[in-house]
C-alpha cells in the first residue's frame, strides 16, 4: 500500500477531548512527521496540525477516530502525486 503525505487539520473546542485526541496521535505515531499545537485563548480553541506519511487508509482511519471526539473537527489535505522523475 502506497504512502501518501498529509496534513490533517484539528480544531478542538472541548478540553475533556485532548487526552483522548493525544492518545489517538500516539496510537498513530508510526506515521507522523511532525506536530503543532497553537493554543488560542482568546477564542477558546487549541489548533493543531500534524503532518502524516501514512497510507490513505491508515489516514482515513485516524481522522474517523479524531472526528468522533466531543468538540472535536477535522479535515486532511493531501500533497499532489508525485511525479516519476521530478524528484532529485
Avoid: C, W
Avoid at 478542538?12 to 498513530?28: I, K, Q
Avoid at 490513505?56 to 493531501?78: D, H
Wanted: charged share 20%; proline share 6%.
Amino acid at each position: 500500500m502506497d504512502s501518501r503525505v498529509a496534513v490533517i487539520a484539528i480544531l478542538v473546542r472541548d478540553p475533556d477531548s485532548v487526552e483522548a485526541l493525544n492518545g489517538l496521535l500516539h496510537e498513530f505515531g508510526g506515521y507522523v512527521v511532525g506536530r503543532m499545537g497553537v493554543p488560542y485563548a482568546k477564542r477558546r480553541v487549541n489548533i493543531i496540525s500534524v503532518a502524516v506519511d501514512a497510507p490513505q487508509a491508515v489516514t482515513s482511519a485516524l481522522t474517523g477516530k479524531i472526528g468522533r471526539l466531543k468538540g472535536v473537527s477535522v479535515k486532511t489535505v493531501y500533497a499532489p502525486a508525485e511525479e516519476p522523475g521530478n524528484i532529485e
